[in-house]
């Protein structure tokens, strides 16, 4: 019986080992055909590393790539789910930024609340499993401080202690908030790409239905109701609302 498991382990370690390999060599290859400017034979490679192992730097590759390919469209769809992964790396944002001045749509977005501006910046400092582990971190040390506030006697040592552990608190519960922002935003805010040249937006989930505008590829939408099966109901950021064909967009 030992034996048995001593082999199965032994095979699925060897099956990790032979996976992380063939990813390493894949990589290189994606790697050495961007280097040499055959852009397309990278997007291919680093699209077989996303669908095997989705990091931020894959899909920051590959972002990369299909906007030396000119598809704008899908460059900005990579690059907005290595934010995702990523939300604080100021290469990803810079290249977003850049890949969206080539789009035609200039959506203004709506005003908004200055301390709901600086809320979703800060929020986007860190990661959510960073965010997490600095919670966490944060509970412990101020476990420590009020442990030894109540061991110790001198009152300097008090002092400091129970000061640490008031700003231990407001770090732990302020990692909380943005964690918990991001994983409500990751599970029910849903966003999309237009990857078709141009879509026009309608004010029923029909082809007869008024147009009211018109999306270009590139453009970001909010997702708001996709329960109907070729039509899904979005908004983008200055506000307007209307429905669209599901294939004129992909899901980042």
């Not at 590393?49 to 704008?72: F, H, K, P």
């Not at 000061?163 to 935003?185: F, G, K, M, P």
């Amino acid at each position: 019986m030992k034996r048995n498991i001593l082999f199965i382990l032994f095979a699925l370690t060897a099956l990790f080992v032979q996976a992380a390999d063939t990813l390493s060599v894949v990589k290189t290859e994606a790697d050495s055909a961007y280097a040499r400017a055959d852009y397309a034979t990278a997007v291919k490679l680093y699209g077989q590393l996303a669908e095997q192992n989705l990091t931020s730097d894959v899909c920051y590759n590959l972002g990369c790539a299909y906007y030396r390919t000119d598809d704008i469209a899908h460059s900005i769809l990579w690059f907005e789910r290595a934010l995702q992964l990523s939300p604080s790396d100021k290469d990803i944002l810079f290249n977003l930024e850049l890949a969206r001045t080539k789009t035609i749509d200039k959506i203004i977005p709506q005003h908004e609340f200055i301390l709901f501006t600086y809320f979703r910046i800060m929020t986007n400092w860190l990661s959510l499993r960073t965010w997490t582990a600095l919670a966490l971190l944060s509970f412990v040390l101020m476990l420590a401080s009020l442990l030894l506030f109540w061991a110790s006697g001198s009152v300097s040592v008090r002092k400091a202690t129970l000061s640490a552990s008031i700003v231990l608190l407001l770090v732990c519960v302020l990692s909380n908030v943005c964690a918990s922002r991001q994983e409500d935003l990751k599970q029910t805010h849903a966003s999309g790409i237009i990857t078709a040249p141009s879509v026009t937006v309608k004010s029923t989930p029909t082809d007869s239905g008024n147009d009211l505008f018109v999306l270009h590829e590139g453009s970001k939408v909010e997702i708001r109701d996709s329960s109907l099966k070729e039509w899904c109901e979005v908004s983008i950021a200055d506000g307007k609302v209307g429905w669209i064909p599901k294939k004129a967009f992909v899901v980042i």
